[in-house]
T-cell receptor, first 113, second 116 residues
Framework: NAGVTQTPKFQVLKTGQSMTLQCAQDMNHEYMSWYRQDPGMGLRLIHY???????DQGEVPNGYNVSRSTTEDFPLRLLSAAPSQTSVYFCASSIQGVGETQYFGPGTRLLVL | QKEVEQDPGPLSVPEGAIVSLNCTYSNSAFQYFMWYRQYSRKGPELLMYTYSSGNKEDGRFTAQVDKSSKYISLFIRDSQPSDSATYLCAMSGGGRSGGGADGLTFGKGTHLIIQP
């Protein structure tokens, strides 16, 4: 099992550009989520999904879109990047829900200029 | 007041010492409590998982949860230089109606340094 994979590892964007952060898991997990990690802020929930076709907002959803067309993939889209979105983004998954062990990916470092 | 408070450190101790890491929280709905370890430029990895109050031991690690005081702890015995990392506490109420929705609420993390 590859576990949770994320691409790219590092990305530089200009303000206003759009991009998609990829997240995939091969463990047949129903629950997937996205967090951002900023210095002094800890990890904060952006969006999550409890299964294919179902997504919901977390604590900091503004400026991000998600979709879940398959169990395996949960991409995070930045519609118009802003410097405030400079962060490290982590995807996580678990078998069914948030009350279970969350498996995190290696992260994507994003710099918005 | 933030939902989860955690001293960011750094906390520096000599090799072999017992390390105590702590978090306090304000949301009485939290019932799942976790400790994650994060090495520099890596994703968090789960160390300990506890449901509700009580103690749990796994090798050199012991997690304690006191829901009456809204206080959780992680103890590391016989600390090693390889334990040097950032330790994140995380907790959840289990989601809306217990259905597994929503996400984890994290502390800011404590940076731990074990001196050889």
């Amino acid at each position: 099992n590859a576990g949770v994979t994320q691409t790219p590892k590092f990305q530089v964007l200009k303000t206003g550009q759009s991009m998609t952060l990829q997240c995939a898991q091969d463990m047949n997990h129903e629950y997937m989520s996205w967090y951002r990690q900023d210095p002094g802020m800890g990890l904060r929930l952006i969006h999550y999904s409890v299964g294919a076709g179902i997504t919901d907002q977390g604590e900091v959803p503004n400026g991000y879109n998600v979709s879940r067309s398959t169990t395996e993939d949960f991409p995070l889209r930045l519609l118009s990047a802003a410097p405030s979105q400079t962060s490290v983004y982590f995807c996580a998954s678990s078998i069914q829900g948030v009350g279970e062990t969350q498996y995190f990916g290696p992260g994507t470092r994003l710099l918005v200029l | 007041q933030k939902e989860v408070e955690q001293d960011p450190g750094p906390l520096s101790v000599p090799e072999g010492a017992i390390v105590s890491l702590n978090c306090t929280y304000s949301n009485s709905a939290f019932q799942y409590f976790m400790w994650y370890r994060q090495y520099s430029r890596k994703g968090p990895e789960l160390l300990m998982y506890t449901y509700s109050s009580g103690n749990k031991e796994d090798g050199r690690f012991t997690a304690q949860v006191d829901k009456s005081s809204k206080y959780i702890s992680l103890f590391i015995r016989d600390s090693q230089p390889s334990d040097s990392a950032t330790y994140l506490c995380a907790m959840s109420g289990g989601g809306r109606s217990g259905g597994g929705a929503d996400g984890l609420t994290f502390g800011k993390g404590t940076h731990l340094i074990i001196q050889p």
